[in-house]
């Protein structure tokens, strides 16, 4: 480990970083009420902000900075940002400047250019929290504070990997409290609008189903998971139930959408949701996490096992998962791979499906088709001749 890495030490005094500042060329800094001295930085945990107005991500970020620094400074902490710009002219600095209540930097292409050299910045934006001694404590934290916004403070390697344990201890402990609690909202709602206990939940196999309305593979897999829940809740009495985890673009949005699922909801814009994701390592939507009446993580890849194999694969274990597939396959036994059907013109082949509709009968079919090649006719394997 580097010198200079206590606490005491990263917290007070920077008296070093305002002369790295200086011997860079910087002479004073500036807060939207004027000139700010140097020596104001003492005593304050520095974090130096690299970020450009025509930067989409930048713009994008820094509201979410705003509130942790307004937030942390109302807490007494002693943090202090300091602007350095990419931007290319004096004109983009002050625009960009106007986003920002901390301080800046006095705009100077050949300032600026330094301090990126001497932190190593490559991309932007970037957030590099100081030690006393001026140097980097660790690389950028703007992806620590996208993850875990507020709590990442001080943005130290201790925190983070802190931050890392208390996850991973979510998704393993079994504790639904954990996961869907957050301070005093210890309950979900549904679409009517009735708010069910978390405690409630417990002993339960729960789907947590990360989705938006505005995503046309959630609408599709939503149809295919409500037969299944359908089929589970209502046919088999299964002590079994879904969470949406929502992604949708606003409170209309979510409305409107949970008011359209038999199944329980996150509240809109609850931290929570950011935090599923994150523990859950989210990836792409539509998701299904499935965990056991113990609470443990059965599978992250619900969608797939309903998908293929609907309400059957309850309880979704991989024991349960090999089951299916072996009676699945005991189902075709037998079947021919292919089979010329006075039915149909063309030769039909057997084949996986997830849902059709059978050309001869007209019902539903599901897992498995004889299908022709050339056009688009299904048949079911019963309604061979
Ligand atoms: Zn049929
Ligand atoms: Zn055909």
Same mark, same amino acid.
């Given at each position: 480990m580097a010198g200079g890495e206590n606490q005491a030490e990263y917290v007070n005094g920077s008296s070093i970083t305002s002369s790295i500042l200086a011997a860079e060329g910087v002479e004073f800094l500036e807060s939207s009420e004027g000139k700010v001295p140097?020596?104001?930085?003492?005593?304050k945990t520095i974090c130096l902000f690299f970020s450009a107005n025509w930067c989409r991500p930048c713009r994008a970020f820094i509201p979410q900075l705003v509130k942790l620094y307004n937030t942390l400074r109302n807490t007494d902490r002693n943090l202090e940002i300091i602007f350095v710009s990419f931007d290319r002219d004096e004109n983009g600095f002050r625009e960009h400047s106007k986003l920002m209540p901390w301080l800046a930097v006095p705009f100077d292409i050949n300032i600026c250019r330094r301090l990126r050299n001497h932190y190593h910045v490559?991309?932007?934006?970037s957030l590099i929290p100081l030690y006393s001694n001026g140097?980097?404590?660790? #690389?950028?934290?703007v992806q620590l504070i996208e993850d875990y916004g507020i709590d990442a403070?001080?943005?130290?390697r201790e925190r983070r990997e802190e931050l890392m344990a208390m996850d991973k201890m979510k998704r393993q402990g079994g504790k639904l409290d954990d996961l869907l609690v957050n301070g005093s909202r210890d309950y979900v709602v549904s679409g009517d609008g009735r708010k069910v206990l978390v405690?409630?939940?417990?002993g339960k196999t729960i789907g947590l189903y990360f989705g938006a309305h505005w995503c046309p593979p959630c609408r599709a897999f939503t149809i295919q998971l409500k037969e299944a829940y359908n089929e589970l809740k209502?046919?088999?009495?299964?002590t079994f139930e879904i969470i949406f985890i929502s992604t949708d673009r606003d409170q209309e949005e979510f409305n409107l959408h949970i008011t359209s699922m038999p199944w329980l909801a996150i509240p809109y814009n609850d931290k929570t949701q950011q935090d599923l994701c994150r523990i859950f390592d989210i990836? #792409?939507?539509p998701a299904l996490v499935l965990l056991g009446p113990d609470g443990k993580?059965?599978?992250?890849n619900g969608r797939a096992l309903i998908s293929s194999y609907g309400a059957k694969a309850?309880?979704?274990t991989e024991s349960r998962r090999v089951e299916v597939e072996a009676a699945l396959r005991k189902e075709v036994?037998?079947?021919?791979h292919q089979v010329k059907d006075p039915k149909h013109e063309h030769v039909l082949r057997l084949d996986k499906a997830k849902a059709y509709e059978c050309d001869f009968c007209k019902g539903q079919g599901r897992f498995w088709v004889f299908s022709c090649d050339k056009c688009d006719f299904d048949l079911h394997p019963s309604c061979l001749d």
């Open positions: 140097l020596s104001s930085l003492d005593q490559v991309r932007i934006p140097e980097p404590v660790e #690389g950028d934290a403070f001080p943005f130290r405690s409630e939940l417990v209502i046919s088999q009495n299964r990836k #792409g939507i993580t059965l599978s992250t309850f309880p979704f036994d037998g079947l021919p």
